[in-house]
């Protein structure tokens, strides 16, 4: 059930783009993003419901393709701020407030 | 103002103690949950709550066992804590929505340490 991320690591410089694949062997009702800072909580980035939406914050965007089960987060001309480990996080089940996580891809931007 | 507070942010004890974790929210929010971090970062759910009953209880041992009072609490108590339980964990809660989980709001985390 949990959603597989690659890649689980990247390295790269400011200002250089990346893109964070989440995938899962069920069918998704939803998929969210959220970023986690070392020593802290997780923190919401956005959220894509059933319909194939892209949605965006800042420079950070994210797709759905709800016929291959598939998420992807595109991070865009990335900032010293930007990391830290990304998690998605996948409803298989309608409305069960049951939120499964991948394992995570760490980001680390170096200057 | 905090928008979820969990005590202790840490606990160190030893095997076979009791411990427990608080969890505040001032949200409004009506759903909350449980999530364990292990020592590879890997986020696990292991109980969520909607207005106080248990919606979700992810085959988590009997020795941890959950208690909501109000939709604002939700508390974590662990009996004869072991090695394996040595993990950072995290409250949080939503707005339930109707057919997906709604954005969750994360506490800081509290990290326990079993000896």
């Known amino acids: 059930q949990q959603p597989v991320q690659s890649p689980q690591a990247v390295i790269l410089r400011e200002g250089e783009d990346a893109v964070i694949n989440c995938s899962s062997s069920?069918?998704?009702?939803?998929v969210h993003w959220y970023r986690q800072k070392h020593g802290e909580a997780p923190v919401f980035l956005m959220i894509l419901l059933k319909g194939g939406e892209q949605k965006g914050h800042e420079k950070i965007s994210a797709s759905f393709n709800e016929k291959k089960q598939q998420s992807s987060l595109y991070l865009t001309a990335s900032q010293l701020s930007y990391s830290g480990t990304y998690f998605c996080?996948?409803?298989?089940?309608?409305?069960?407030?049951?939120?499964?996580f991948g394992q995570g891809t760490r980001l680390t931007i170096n200057p | 103002d905090t928008a979820v507070s969990q005590t202790p942010k840490y606990l160190v004890t030893q095997m076979g103690n009791d411990k427990s974790i608080k969890c505040e929210q001032n949200l409004g929010h009506d759903t909350m949950y449980w999530y364990k971090q292990d020592s590879k970062k890997f986020l696990k759910i292991m109980f969520s709550y909607n207005n106080k009953e248990l919606i979700i209880n992810e085959t988590v041992p009997n020795r941890f066992s959950p208690k909501s009072p109000d939709k604002a609490h939700l508390n974590l108590h662990i009996n004869s804590l072991e090695l394996g339980d040595s993990a950072v964990y995290f409250c949080a809660s939503s707005r339930r929505q109707a057919s997906n989980t709604g954005e969750l709001f994360f506490g800081e985390g509290s990290r326990l340490t079993v000896l």
């Open positions: 996080g996948t409803d298989i089940i309608q409305g069960a407030q049951k939120l499964v």
């Open positions: 069920k069918a998704l009702y939803s």
